[in-house]
């Protein structure tokens, strides 16, 4: 491994431990660590992200970029620019040592003057990647095509008002399809970025949710026309960059496929960062997910408590992590999915090696939070106590109503006849709290802390 872009980190990043003063080493990420039975590394899928990491200069609406990317320097000639970008992130994921990278057409391809251009440019690039793939083992988590940058998607894509940016949106994901089935993508992501509205006074609401189904369809058709085997999954985001976006959240989106005969066909790119702003916890969206059977992937972030915006930070707290992760785990883990780094550096963090430190503390944060939901499984107390709460349900009275053998007036006459008098009882909700803590704290003190002895 020569010196490269990032000529500050020598080798690949290795696990050093907890104690360990070396910075570019992880302090609890080991791929091969057996957690219920199973590596790390399959159990986390970690993913690079091209977008905020390799094309974004740290530009911000106040203030032109701040990152050292020479690639995205105007007056490159824009193949030869593409291509150093592509070796640069390679570098970059072969030195970190995770086994995926996910990427947007427009992350690769220049646009050039036509749609033909850009296709041809695509392609390029694609047998790049491939060879990229085959040097460095590294995978593609998922593609997905930018439906946003461009002016002409202003007023969003399949849900704009003019079907001419429908039929453009329709060439660009068939062709990222198309690329993602090319290089052994595991899913395919649509995240609707400007599917939604700035104000209800230009806005049909009705048609727009009748073009954004239909666009679902073809993809889904599209999907099984060339035999693509990976999973399609939809992110939900509530806000921003519109007032309003359709895909609002978990339950938005679940109830929007399954209203429209598209359940089955897609899964979710649940974000933690989304997932906030909706008003939710990260640990809600993935437990909603999971509990209705279409959890897909994870994009690998947080917002700020004190924003209200996707500031799209890199995690770094265990004690949000540990709890979508034992949902995950309890759901029985990933399977086409994984997590995402959809994280970007702050502006100021402006050195080379910032964007291993960010990657590096994220990974570790990611890899405790497993470990503590490992212990919370292995342990049981949470599973037993939720199972204990529901216990009635599987008796002779829950199996009636369930089963509907019950009907309204049949349970109403026992409860009259006084065969039916039930007491409220405590929910425990502080005591499941402390049970947790227990798991993360004891994690913290006699795992990989322990493992270095
Ligand atoms: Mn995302």
Request: contains cysteine; glycine residues 12%; aromatic residues 10%.
């Amino acid at each position: 491994m020569d010196g490269g872009f990032f000529s500050g980190v020598v080798e690949p990043i290795r696990f050093g431990g907890l104690h360990s003063p070396d910075p570019l080493t992880y302090k609890v990420y080991e791929p091969d660590r057996l957690v219920l039975g199973k590596r790390m590394e399959e159990h986390l899928r970690i993913g690079v992200c091209l977008w905020h990491s390799f094309a974004w200069d740290g530009r911000d609406m106040f203030g032109i970029g701040t990152l050292d990317r020479p690639w995205l320097d105007a007056g490159r000639d824009p193949m030869d620019a593409a291509r150093e970008k592509m070796a640069v992130a390679f570098e970059f994921i072969e030195k970190l040592g995770v086994p995926y990278y996910c990427f947007h057409d427009r992350d690769v391809a220049p646009e050039g003057a036509s749609f033909a251009e850009f296709r041809s440019n695509m392609d390029a690039l694609t047998e790049d990647a491939l060879g990229y793939q085959e040097r460095t083992g590294a995978r593609l988590l998922w593609g997905t095509a930018n439906l946003f940058t461009h002016p002409r998607y202003q007023a969003g894509a399949a849900t704009n008002p003019d079907p001419e940016v429908f039929a453009y949106a329709a060439a660009q994901v068939r062709m990222m399809l198309d690329v993602t089935q090319r290089l052994g993508g595991t899913n395919y992501v649509l995240w609707g970025g400007r599917e939604g509205y700035d104000t209800l006074l230009n806005t049909d609401l009705r048609r727009e949710g009748a073009q954004l189904a239909r666009f679902l369809h073809l993809v889904a058709e599209h999907k099984h026309r060339i035999g693509f085997e990976g999973t399609l999954l939809i992110e939900p985001k509530p806000m921003e960059p519109t007032k309003h976006q359709y895909d609002y959240d978990s339950a938005t989106v679940h109830g929007f496929l399954v209203r429209n005969g598209l359940e089955g066909e897609y899964k979710l790119n649940i974000e933690a960062n989304h997932a906030t702003l909706a008003g939710h916890s990260f640990h809600h969206e993935v437990a909603y997910a999971i509990a209705n059977g279409i959890l897909g992937s994870i994009d690998a972030n947080r917002g700020d408590p004190q924003n209200g915006w996707d500031t799209d930070q890199f995690p770094n707290s265990v004690d949000d992590l540990a709890l979508p992760l034992y949902e995950i785990l309890r759901g029985g883990g990933l399977t086409t999915g994984g997590f995402n780094f959809d994280a970007k550096l702050r502006r100021q963090s402006s050195d080379r090696d910032d964007l291993f430190h960010a990657h590096i503390g994220g990974i570790d944060a990611l890899a405790q939070g497993l470990l503590a939901a490992a212990a919370m499984i292995e342990d049981g107390r949470l599973a037993e106590l939720k199972g204990a709460r529901y216990a009635g349900w599987d008796g002779p009275l829950g199996s009636e109503i369930l089963g509907g053998s019950a009907s309204l007036a049949d349970l109403a006459d026992r409860v009259e006849a006084g065969g039916i008098d039930p007491r409220p009882r405590s929910g425990r909700q502080e005591y499941l709290e402390s049970l947790v803590n227990q798991q993360v704290w004891a994690v913290r003190s006699n795992g990989a802390a322990a493992r270095e002895g």
